[in-house]
């Protein structure tokens, strides 16, 4: 069954410490892959993406993601974690186009001062 | 200017009330969804629209009914609303295939 997995439901990591997140999937073949980030009590932002091309890609706010085909996963990663960065964190696949999008159940992101 | 924009932002109504919530971009984007979230921060597609034609129509019962009046506009009605139905709603545009989506700020909606 195709699926997306975000295996921690909550981190805690302390300002200034790098940051993971994890991310597999399971589909037929290799979707288009993103990840968001949701602010308590606001809409969901995007982050970055991979469509094709480069398996690092970058994003806003410092963020990076590496796409790993063996290993099926697109894991987030940012080197200093900042307190702002505190937020629900959301995995995201679209297997064949944009309108069927399917997200994991997220993870949660706190940061110790 | 706000992109993707959803009124209202709370809603607290009884059980078996109709309710509508309004969604309208700015981006001129061609296709426009609706999300549940559930309590448990669970995101599932509801229904998507391009072109003013519904694209996914997943599991949900037909008391929810989506309507564009055109490509900016896409509202969500409910009819005859249950306790399960208390969840926040996004809605979210996107610029066509192979593009990210959109979010608006979402619209919390509490049955009694």
């Known amino acids: 069954a195709q699926s997306v997995t975000q295996p921690d439901i909550h981190i805690t990591v302390s300002e200034g410490a790098s940051l993971e997140l994890r991310c597999n999937y399971s589909?037929?073949?290799?979707?288009?892959l993103f990840w968001y980030v949701q602010s308590p009590g606001q809409g969901l932002q995007l982050l970055l993406k991979?469509?094709?091309?480069?398996?690092l890609v970058q994003g806003i706010k410092g963020f990076e993601a590496e796409f790993k085909r063996s290993q099926s996963s697109f894991n987030l990663r940012k080197p200093s974690v900042h307190w702002s960065d505190a937020a629900e964190y959301f995995c995201?696949?679209?297997?064949?186009?944009?309108?069927?999008?399917?997200f994991g159940a997220g993870t949660r992101l706190t940061v110790k001062p | 200017d706000t992109a993707v924009s959803q009124t209202p932002k709370y809603l607290v109504t009884q059980m078996g009330n109709d309710k509508s919530i309004k969604c309208e971009q700015n981006l001129g984007h061609d296709t426009m969804y609706w999300y549940k979230q559930d309590s448990k921060k669970f995101l599932k597609i509801m229904f998507s629209?391009?072109?003013?034609?519904?694209?996914i129509n997943e599991t949900v019962p037909n008391r929810f009914s989506p309507k564009s009046p055109d490509k900016a506009h896409l509202n969500l009605h409910i009819n005859s609303l249950e306790l399960g139905d208390s969840a926040v709603y996004f809605c979210?545009?996107?610029?066509?295939?192979?593009?990210?989506?959109?979010f608006g700020p979402g619209t919390r909606l509490t049955v009694l």
């Open positions: 979210a545009s996107s610029p066509g295939t192979y593009n990210e989506q959109f």
């Open positions: 995201a696949v679209a297997p064949y186009n944009n309108n069927d999008m399917r």
């Open positions: 589909y037929g073949a290799t979707p288009y």
């Open positions: 991979y469509f094709s091309g480069d398996t």
């Open positions: 629209y391009n072109n003013k034609e519904l694209i």
